[in-house]
């Protein structure tokens, strides 16, 4: 038999229709959308209903040539000569199952956890559901959800083998691209396919539904692909890239909607509006929707979280995903309490972040690392090999990492950028590690705007290579404006650095940045 397709996986749910519309009719109309497989599920219904649903079904399926799975009952499976069955862990065993069915009848098994995934994978599942990625209300979790960051770790455990991967649990065309990107393992495994429920199911327009989330889901893959294929840039490809987004950044003046440290909320407006962006600030959950539609980037700084202000950035990220625009996570202070640590943990499996920045005890803590101490806001360590350390985790958490210090290191995953610039008082004013957010933020506003995503997707969770460039670009405008605020006439001290610092940011010119950049690029090779 012909190998199946898993790319977007119907699963039924009757309770879930839309009044007036029927289980067949918004069958058909999902599979002309783009549905490639088609699970029957019945949880509720009686052997002979649930006979009837599968035949009438499985007769619609056979029609357009696309396979159908039924959920835990062999029997009915056996019935109606399904494609396959998919069971649960407290379902009849995998070997069992096998002896019972036809030959070539696919088996999958839903799994929560990497022991679960090693276990389907010795028993010989023939594809693994992974979830539930996120909360659902089509079906009750005996566990809890494993989040995006949950299935790269899962995905790692089917290395070297041929099972395929379908993640499952809350998933909609709003937080797909996220899932996408943010899913696949250190080792490239990637998901072969989603399972939706709702999404499809209760839509007034299921074609519709479906067409849009296949699209979604091939567009992400093409990225990936093209992402993949391009070579390291050059130094002065990456100066080159920089200095065009400070310029677009002065020029178009983005709007960037901060939820940052209230203790240094002026100092991150000034520096804003000093590289040529625009600042807000808002924190109510209520306007998080609203607020997305005008803002170009997000900056979410943890330095003074409080619950409140946790589900403002919690909704607030949701939503900017969804416009596909950037997102600058700072995870400030990580360290200091398993509060910041399960908050930061929440927001990265809720939302994909474009940039993470932190200092060395800050990211160590979020990559669990043990090599660092971390005492409040403050790094007490440093890595041992900064350059694989940064590379790993911008690997881990699919996004551009800045690892701030004495000596800088910023990572797409492939490349490592090194900048070595910057004054010692920089360091020694309070909030600058904060304004830097705001730097990067703002740029990485500005690289959005340079390409336009109307037909894209992926959005910009996959345009590493412009982020990249606008982290590196922020680094350097700070740190080098830093270097020149301490030659001013009158700066003597933090007190009178802090002004001069933000006027040489306005002032800063491209030719300074490509004149006076410490700057080294270190490949994957």
Known sequence: ?????????????????????????????????????????????????????????????????????????????????ARGVHLGQTDMPINVARKLLPEGTIIGISCNTVEEVLRAKEAGADYVGLGAVWSTQTKKLTSPPIGVRGLGVMLEALDSSNISAVAIGGIKSSNLAHLLHGSTSQTEHRLDGVAVVSDIVASPNPE?????????????????????????????????????????????SPLVHQMTNVV?????????????ASPMMATAPEEMGDLSKLSHAL?????????????????AGYFVNAARNPIVLDPVGIG??????????????????????????????????SETVSKGVDSLGSFKDPVTFTRQLARKERCVVVLTGETDYISDGKCVVILK?????????????????????????????????????????????????????AVLTLTIASELATKREGVRGIGSFLPALIDNVAALQPEDIRRFAKMKVVDSN
């Open 1 to 81: 038999m012909d190998p199946i397709d898993f790319t977007l996986y119907l699963v039924t749910d009757r309770s879930l229709l839309p009044a007036g519309k029927d289980h067949l009719e918004t069958l058909e109309q999902a599979i002309k959308g783009g549905v490639t497989v088609v699970q029957i599920r019945e949880k509720n219904a009686d052997t002979a209903e649930f006979l009837q649903i599968a035949q009438q079904s499985k007769a619609l399926c056979d029609r357009y040539k696309i396979p159908l799975i039924v959920n835990d009952r062999i029997d009915i499976a056996l019935a109606i000569g």
């Open 208 to 252: 519709e539904a479906a067409q849009r989330l296949r699209s979604i889901f091939i567009s992400s893959r093409l990225v990936a692909g093209e992402l993949q294929s391009k070579s390291t840039p050059s130094r002065d490809d990456i100066l080159m890239k920089a200095c065009t987004i400070m310029d677009t950044t002065r020029k178009l």
């Open 264 to 276: 240094v909320a002026n100092q991150s407006a000034n520096i804003t509006l000093a590289l040529g």
């Open 299 to 315: 900056l979410v700084n943890i330095g003074t979280l409080v619950s409140g202000s946790l589900q403002g950035m919690l909704k």
């Open 336 to 369: 200091a309490s398993d509060f910041r640590k399960n908050s930061v943990s929440e927001l990265l499996n809720s939302w994909q972040a474009t940039v993470i920045k932190g200092n060395a005890g800050e990211l160590a803590a979020l990559a669990g690392s």
């Open 421 to 473: 610039n910057g004054d010692p008082l920089l360091g020694k004013i309070t909030g600058s590690g904060c304004m830097l957010g705001s730097c990067i933020a703002s740029y990485c506003a500005a690289a959005n705007l340079l390409e336009s995503n109307d037909e894209y997707s992926g959005g910009s969770l996959d345009r590493g290579g412009n982020f990249l460039a606008a982290a590196v670009g």
